[in-house]
C-alpha cells in the first residue's frame, strides 16, 4: 500500500469560488472575475498540503469533461482499479462523470459518495472529486 501513495490521484473543482476566498484560498477579485466568466477551476492538493489550480474551463459541463480527461491521460491499469467519485450535493454531475468513466474506460468499481461536512465547508455545495491511482500525483 504504501507503494501506492504517490501515485493517488485526487483533482476536484468546486461550484462557487466565494467558499474558497472566505477561506482565504483566492482573492476576492479572483473570485468576483471567476464568477462572471463562470470559470471552474481544476485543483488539487499538492504533497505539501498546498492547495494548487491545474486549470480553468469555461461551465460545469467543460469541467467534468476535463476532470474525465485528467482520469484517461494519468490513470495506470484502470480496469483493475476502484475510481471514487466524491460530491457536494451533485449526484447529478457525479453520476454523468462516472458514466463517462465507465464507457470509456470499464475500471473494476465506481463509488459515488458525498464528502463530508468539513470539506464541504470549505469547498460549497458543487464540489466534484475524482480519486484514482495514476502514473503520477
Same mark, same amino acid.
Given at each position: 500500500?504504501?507503494?501506492?501513495?504517490?501515485?493517488?490521484?485526487?483533482?476536484?473543482?468546486?461550484?462557487?469560488? !466565494?467558499?474558497?476566498?472566505?477561506?482565504?484560498?483566492?482573492?476576492?477579485?479572483?473570485?468576483?472575475?471567476?464568477?462572471?466568466?463562470?470559470?471552474?477551476?481544476?485543483?488539487?492538493?499538492?504533497? *505539501?498540503?498546498?492547495?494548487?489550480?491545474?486549470?480553468?474551463?469555461?461551465?460545469?459541463?467543460?469541467?467534468?469533461?476535463?476532470?474525465?480527461?485528467?482520469?484517461?491521460?494519468?490513470?495506470?491499469?484502470?480496469? *483493475?482499479?476502484?475510481?471514487?467519485?466524491?460530491? $457536494?450535493?451533485?449526484?447529478?454531475?457525479? !453520476?454523468?462523470?462516472?458514466?463517462?468513466?465507465? !464507457?470509456?474506460?470499464?475500471?473494476?468499481?465506481?463509488?459515488?459518495?458525498?464528502?463530508?461536512?468539513?470539506?464541504?465547508?470549505?469547498?460549497?455545495? $458543487?464540489?466534484?472529486?475524482?480519486?484514482?491511482?495514476? !502514473?503520477?500525483?
Amino acid at each position: 500500500m504504501e507503494n501506492l501513495i504517490p501515485h493517488i490521484c485526487h483533482w476536484f473543482t468546486v461550484d462557487n469560488l !466565494s467558499f474558497l476566498k472566505r477561506g482565504g484560498r483566492i482573492s476576492a477579485t479572483i473570485a468576483v472575475g471567476g464568477a462572471s466568466l463562470h470559470m471552474k477551476p481544476i485543483l488539487h492538493v499538492d504533497n *505539501e498540503g498546498h492547495l494548487v489550480n491545474v486549470a480553468r474551463v469555461r461551465g460545469r459541463g467543460a469541467v467534468i469533461k476535463a476532470l474525465f480527461e485528467k482520469l484517461v491521460s494519468t490513470a495506470v491499469d484502470i480496469e *483493475e482499479q476502484t475510481v471514487m467519485i466524491s460530491h $457536494g450535493d451533485c449526484y447529478d454531475d457525479a !453520476s454523468k462523470l462516472a458514466d463517462m468513466i465507465r !464507457s470509456a474506460c470499464h475500471p473494476k468499481e465506481i463509488i459515488i459518495n458525498t464528502i463530508n461536512l468539513v470539506i464541504g465547508a470549505h469547498a460549497g455545495p $458543487g464540489t466534484l472529486a475524482l480519486f484514482f491511482v495514476g !502514473s503520477e500525483r
